[in-house]
C-alpha cells in the first residue's frame, strides 16, 4: 500500500540535466557559468571559521539581504534569500496559491513549474508561444479564462533565451488580476544595451514578484542561493510565515553576501559570455544551425534539416561533451547549449564541424 498524497504517486519527479565532475568533460548542458566565483567570494570561504557553525544562522540572512538591497538601490523589505530559485518558487505557490487554484505558465517552458504545481495540486494552465516564441497577443486574456491565481514567466526566456520588455512585463501586470512571478535566473546576461531593469515594477507593483538566482551569474550553482524581490506586502509572508525557519545556512549566507557585492567582477564575466554567446550563435548559424537570439547564457540551437538532434545529443555524450536534449513538443529537433569558456565552445564547434561543414 502507498502511502503518498494521490497527486504525488501520479506526478513524475523534475529530471535534473546530468551532473559530472570529471574534468574531461565539456559540460554545456545545465547553464552553469563558466567562470570561477569572485575571489572575493574564495577569500571569505577560506577565512570561515568553523567555531561559527555551533550556531544557527541568521533566520533571514541578515548580511545578504543588506548587500541585496544595497545592489538594488531597494530596502531589506523588498527581499526574501531563499536556498536557491526552486525554493522560491515552491514558496511563491504555497504563500499565494491556495490548492485547486490554477497557475498560468506558457509552453515551453523551466519543467520544474510543472512539478511544483503538481506537488501542490494547482492545475497548470499552459499558454503556447507563437512561431517566433513570442506570447500570443490575448496572452492576457488567456490567464483570465484559465482564472489563473498565479502566472509565472521566465524572463529572459528557457529554453529559448528570448527577453520580453519591461513594458510588456507592466501591460500584463496592469491587466491579470492575479500575481506575476518572473523569474529572471538568467537576467545578469542581458545586454546592458537593451536597459531591462524591472526592479521598479516590482517595487511599485503590488502583483509582480522578481525571482533572482546566484547559481548562473554568480557563478555558484552549487551553493544554493537565491531570492526574492517584490513589495514588502508580498515579501513578509514568505518572509515570515512560509519560509523554513533557517532556510539558508551560514556558509551560504557569507558567500551569497560576498558574491553580490564583487559587482565589477560578476560584470566582467557577463559581458565574456555575451560575447561568447554571440560567435558561438554565429558559427552554429555557418554550419547550418537555425539559432534563437539569445539574451540569456545558452542557445536554442535547430539542426539543418535531414538531422536528428536526440543522436547529436548522444554522439556528443560520447565525445564527452554534454548539451541538453528535450524529449518535447517543438523541442525534438533542437539542442539547448550553455555558453562556454572559449576554449569549451571550440571543442564543441570542433565535434560539429566533422559532422556539418
Ligand atoms: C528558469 C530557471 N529558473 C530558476 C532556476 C533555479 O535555479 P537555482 O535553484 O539554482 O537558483 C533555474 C535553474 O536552472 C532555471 O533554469
Known amino acids: 500500500m502507498s502511502f503518498q498524497r494521490r497527486n504525488i504517486a501520479a506526478m513524475d519527479g523534475y529530471?535534473?540535466?546530468?551532473?559530472?565532475?570529471?574534468?574531461?568533460?565539456?559540460?554545456l548542458n545545465t547553464n552553469e557559468n563558466p567562470y570561477p566565483p569572485s575571489p572575493k567570494v574564495a577569500a571569505t570561504l577560506k577565512e570561515i571559521d568553523s567555531a561559527f557553525l555551533r550556531r544557527y544562522p541568521s533566520p533571514t540572512a541578515e548580511t545578504f539581504r543588506e548587500a541585496a538591497a544595497q545592489?538594488?538601490?531597494?530596502?531589506?523589505?523588498?527581499?526574501?534569500?531563499?536556498?536557491?530559485?526552486?525554493?522560491?518558487?515552491?514558496?511563491?505557490?504555497?504563500t499565494?496559491?491556495?490548492?485547486?487554484?490554477?497557475?498560468?505558465?506558457?509552453?515551453?517552458?523551466?519543467?520544474?513549474?510543472?512539478?511544483?504545481?503538481?506537488?501542490?495540486?494547482?492545475?497548470?494552465?499552459?499558454?503556447?508561444?507563437?512561431?517566433?516564441?513570442?506570447?500570443?497577443?490575448?496572452?492576457?486574456q488567456q490567464l483570465m479564462d484559465a482564472e489563473a491565481k498565479l502566472c509565472i514567466l521566465v524572463n529572459p526566456h528557457a529554453p529559448t533565451g528570448k527577453l520580453l520588455s519591461v513594458a510588456t512585463l507592466s501591460e500584463i501586470a496592469s491587466n491579470f488580476n492575479g500575481l506575476l512571478l518572473v523569474d529572471e535566473a538568467y537576467v545578469d546576461f542581458v545586454d546592458p544595451a537593451r536597459e531591462y531593469d524591472s526592479v521598479p515594477l516590482a517595487i511599485e507593483r503590488d502583483n509582480v514578484l522578481l525571482l533572482r538566482t546566484l547559481s548562473?551569474?554568480?557563478?555558484?550553482?552549487?551553493?544554493?542561493?537565491?531570492?526574492?524581490?517584490?513589495?514588502?506586502?508580498?515579501?513578509?509572508?514568505?518572509?515570515?510565515?512560509?519560509?523554513?525557519?533557517y532556510n539558508t545556512d551560514?556558509?551560504?549566507?557569507?558567500?551569497?553576501a560576498a558574491a553580490i557585492q564583487s559587482r565589477e567582477y560578476?560584470?566582467?564575466?557577463?559581458?565574456?559570455?555575451?560575447?561568447?554567446?554571440?560567435?558561438?550563435?554565429?558559427?552554429?548559424?555557418?554550419?547550418?544551425?537555425?539559432v534563437t537570439p539569445s539574451q540569456a547564457n545558452f542557445l536554442l540551437a535547430t539542426l539543418p534539416d535531414g538531422h536528428n538532434a536526440e543522436l547529436l545529443y548522444q554522439q556528443l555524450k560520447s565525445e564527452n561533451i554534454l548539451v541538453r536534449f528535450f524529449d518535447q513538443e517543438r523541442l525534438q529537433d533542437k539542442l539547448r547549449i550553455s555558453v562556454g569558456t572559449p576554449g569549451e565552445n571550440a571543442s564543441l564547434l570542433a565535434a560539429l564541424k566533422s559532422r556539418f561543414a
Do not use: M
Not at 496559491?97 to 506537488?119: F, K, M, N, W
Not at 531570492?227 to 523554513?244: M, N, V, W
Open 71 to 94: 545592489c538594488h538601490d531597494i530596502s531589506v523589505d523588498n527581499i526574501v534569500p531563499t536556498n536557491g530559485g526552486d525554493e522560491l518558487l515552491r514558496l511563491v505557490l504555497t
Open 216 to 245: 548562473k551569474g554568480y557563478s555558484l550553482a552549487g551553493l544554493r542561493f537565491g531570492y526574492g524581490i517584490g513589495s514588502a506586502e508580498l515579501i513578509h509572508p514568505i518572509l515570515y510565515k512560509t519560509r523554513d525557519s
Open 250 to 256: 551560514y556558509i551560504a549566507q557569507q558567500l551569497a
Open 15 to 27: 529530471v535534473p540535466g546530468e551532473q559530472v565532475n570529471s574534468a574531461d568533460v565539456t559540460k
Open 96 to 140: 499565494f496559491a491556495e490548492p485547486g487554484e490554477s497557475v498560468a505558465v506558457t509552453r515551453p517552458t523551466y519543467s520544474l513549474y510543472r512539478v511544483l504545481t503538481e506537488i501542490q495540486a494547482n492545475p497548470l494552465h499552459e499558454i503556447a508561444l507563437d512561431d517566433t516564441w513570442d506570447l500570443p497577443e490575448n496572452f492576457v
Open 266 to 290: 560578476a560584470e566582467n564575466i557577463w559581458e565574456k559570455v555575451r560575447e561568447a554567446r554571440e560567435k558561438l550563435a554565429e558559427a552554429l548559424r555557418q554550419l547550418g544551425f537555425s
